[in-house]
């Protein structure tokens, strides 16, 4: 499976924007799904996770007010709404596919298989 993100971009603080991630060569309609994010000089961070159906998300606690994640499993996408960024949020984002059968609420990056190659987001103050 290929996953292709996009929507990344320059924004001001308090902005928004929209990511999206696409996948192709696979279905990714029965697999959970995440973003990631790496801010330079960081590790990379979990941001957020949605379930194969879409009826359970999850959140890391500084985005959880402003963040919504969600998927069109008729289309293989994930999407990413950003809304009050603050210039904290300034990173590389990544969608990826959690390996089957484990929990929505699993953080960690070695629980993903598969990797999008990321798409920017910067905040300006």
């Known amino acids: 499976v290929q996953l292709q993100a996009s929507g990344g971009g320059l924004v001001q603080a308090g902005g928004s924007l929209r990511l999206s991630c696409a996948a192709s060569g696979q279905s990714i309609s029965q697999y959970g799904m995440g973003w990631f994010r790496q801010a330079p000089g960081k590790e990379r961070e979990f941001v957020a996770s949605i379930s194969w159906s879409g009826d359970a998300t999850y959140y890391e606690n500084s985005v959880r007010a402003r963040f919504t994640i969600s998927r069109d499993n008729a289309k293989d996408t994930v999407a990413l709404q950003m809304n009050g960024l603050k210039p904290e949020d300034t990173a590389v984002y990544y969608c990826?596919?959690?390996?089957?059968?484990?929990?929505?609420?699993?953080?960690?990056?070695?629980?993903?298989?598969?990797w999008g190659q990321g798409t920017l987001v910067t905040v300006s103050s």
């Open positions: 990826a596919r959690k390996h089957v059968g484990l929990s929505i609420t699993t953080r960690r990056s070695s629980d993903y298989d598969y």
